[in-house]
């Protein structure tokens, strides 16, 4: 080989090695978060532009966004530097997959945030991100038929059902609007308000006798429901129509309604039953998986994405809420302000009885939120025996749980092994 080739083979594997080098500068933040197009294009401009490094976000559904991390895992190497997921995601992997997170001095502003970002163990496996949650929203028309004496920070579902039935005589139309849409998120609603409202449970009180005094309530609430609601999916839309007057949806899902005519909407927390105030908190996290290319640049987006400012620019993008302590601007949007207020009344309500999102489902979460969609269908949309039907999905949840192995989470009581159907 003359000295000319071999200056020149060297040279190529540098440049080979240059090439490869600026193919992996851009941080890739694989997420199962902010993926709409308006979301994720937000995310890009207004939260990741100032990371002081290239960030490449993706954001994905949970089936595609699972597949990649794993075959990346089960290959030993991979491109993913960050992963931002909720809690469920990261409950659903093994520990060993996930860089201890202890020693970057960055954590939410809640303990119990903190606490189950170790999933079971005494290291941070992920830093908690952002929180949202699903609430009540109004027309201000509607006030004026709230129950006697009924506080609307503070509302029964016996109170909710009033008023919706008044609003119904007054108008002559069902006002009430659900998210029973093939898109909507009713699965949520039961699994996170009813459920623990009326059970103190989800997975262990599935079919018990509590569970039907929940889906007689609800029954009585669907009368009172527009018979539409099982096409809506975006609670904003039938609010700024005039379909809808009181609704309930996931906090960013409301938003435009708020932003676009502030002063005709108003904001309120989900109702309470006999066993507290049932909400479902919404908890996403930042983790870097152990095959990660580059662990100093996704430590440093970790650390970047729990600064105060880009947690004020996250709330901007996605209507999800700082998980840090940080002043809020008074130049927020309209949605922010009143959805805001809703969650903090929720939370800090003296009867909240919180429930965690399904965690350690993996694959089977469709599976898990389809009974509680198809039991819906069946009872309130078929008008089937309501003791019956939870009696035949009983067997199907029990067999998610057995497959899964996933323990209890919130409401219900912990569980040695996969949560029981009682």
């Given amino acids: 080989m003359t000295l000319f080739s071999k200056i020149a083979g060297v040279a190529s594997g540098v440049a080979l090695s240059c090439t490869a080098m600026a193919a992996q500068a851009d941080v890739l933040f694989w997420s199962t978060q902010a993926k709409p197009v308006e979301e994720s294009q937000a995310m890009r401009e207004q939260v990741l532009a100032g990371a002081g490094q290239g960030v490449d976000y993706q954001p994905n559904d949970a089936g595609p966004w699972l597949t990649r991390l794993n075959a990346e895992l089960q290959s030993g190497s991979g491109t993913i530097g960050v992963l931002g997921g909720l809690h469920g995601d990261f409950a659903a992997m093994s520990p060993d997959d996930l860089v201890d997170l202890s020693d970057l001095g960055v954590s939410s502003a809640s303990e119990t945030f903190n606490t189950l970002a170790m999933l079971g163990t005494d290291k941070m496996l992920y830093i908690p991100w952002m929180q949202a949650s699903y609430i009540m929203a109004a027309n201000k028309e509607a006030l004026p038929y709230l129950p006697e004496g009924a506080d609307i920070d503070a509302l029964t579902y016996d109170q909710l059902i009033e008023w919706a039935a008044n609003v119904h005589e007054a108008t002559g139309e069902p006002k009430f609007g659900f998210p029973a849409g093939p898109k909507g998120l009713k699965h949520r609603f039961f699994q996170g308000y009813l459920y623990p409202s009326y059970t103190n449970g989800v997975v262990r009180t599935f079919a018990s006798d509590d569970a039907v005094v ?121 949605s922010v302000q009143a959805a805001g207020a809703a969650v903090a009344k929720m939370s800090a309500s003296p009867d909240a009885n919180p429930g965690l999102l399904p965690a350690g489902l993996g694959d089977k979460g469709g599976e898990f939120n389809r009974v509680f969609v198809d039991a819906f269908e069946r009872i309130v949309l078929a008008r089937q025996d309501i003791r019956a039907v939870l009696d035949d999905e009983k067997g199907k949840l029990a067999a998610i749980m057995e497959e899964t192995g996933a323990p209890c989470w919130a409401p219900d009581a912990p569980s040695e092994g996969a949560c029981p159907v009682e």
């Fill in 214 to 334: 929940a889906w007689e309530k609800f029954r009585e609430l669907w009368e009172h429901t527009n018979p539409a609601s099982t096409n809506f999916s975006f609670m904003q839309e039938q609010l700024l129509s005039g379909d809808a007057w009181i609704v309930f949806d996931h906090t960013s899902r409301l938003a435009q309604a708020f932003n676009d005519r502030p002063d005709d909407f108003v904001a309120f927390p989900a109702p309470a039953g006999p066993a507290g105030r049932g909400f479902m908190p919404v908890l996403a996290g930042v983790a870097i998986p152990r095959t990660a290319p580059d662990m100093e640049a996704a430590k440093a987006l970790v650390k970047y994405m729990l600064a105060p400012e880009t947690q004020i620019a996250t709330l901007r993008a996605t209507n999800f809420f700082p998980v840090v302590d940080v002043a809020l601007p008074d130049d927020l949007p309209p």
